[in-house]
């Protein structure tokens, strides 16, 4: 079972990233998806979450409106995060995370996901 996280990168404020995450060793088409994140000095967070069949998504109220979650489930299952304006506050290292579904009131916690990616650090600074 593996996570591969990729897309980040240094970006002045205001500017966009788009994270990819790739899920391969067993079959992810049924599982929920999620992105959390790790500022320095601060606890993991959640960022957005993606229902298996792609139908629903969840974000934190920090990144409403700003940052956008899809899947893809054609062939190798692919997660990405679209992030558009954004702050020196969205600096951090992102992970990718699954699991089995949960309940939608379950989607934003992290004890919820059983499998995490290595992540890939988001800088925002001019």
């Known amino acids: 079972v593996q996570l591969q996280a990729s897309g980040g990168g240094l970006v002045q404020p205001g500017g966009f990233l788009r994270l990819s995450c790739a899920a391969s060793?067993?079959?992810?088409?049924?599982?929920?998806m999620a992105w959390f994140r790790q500022a320095p000095g601060k606890e993991r967070e959640f960022v957005a979450a993606i229902r298996w069949s792609g139908g629903t998504t969840k974000y934190a109220d920090s990144v409403k409106g700003r940052f956008t979650i899809s899947r893809d489930n054609a062939n190798k299952i692919m997660v990405y995060l679209q992030m558009n304006s954004l702050k020196p506050d969205d600096t951090a290292v992102h992970y990718c995370?699954?699991?089995?579904?949960?309940?939608?009131?379950?989607?934003?916690?992290?004890?919820?996901?059983?499998?995490w990616g290595q992540g890939t650090l988001v800088t925002v600074s001019s």
């Open positions: 995370a699954t699991t089995p579904r949960v309940a939608h009131s379950a989607l934003d916690l992290l004890s919820s996901y059983d499998y």
């Open positions: 060793g067993r079959t992810f088409r049924d599982y929920d």
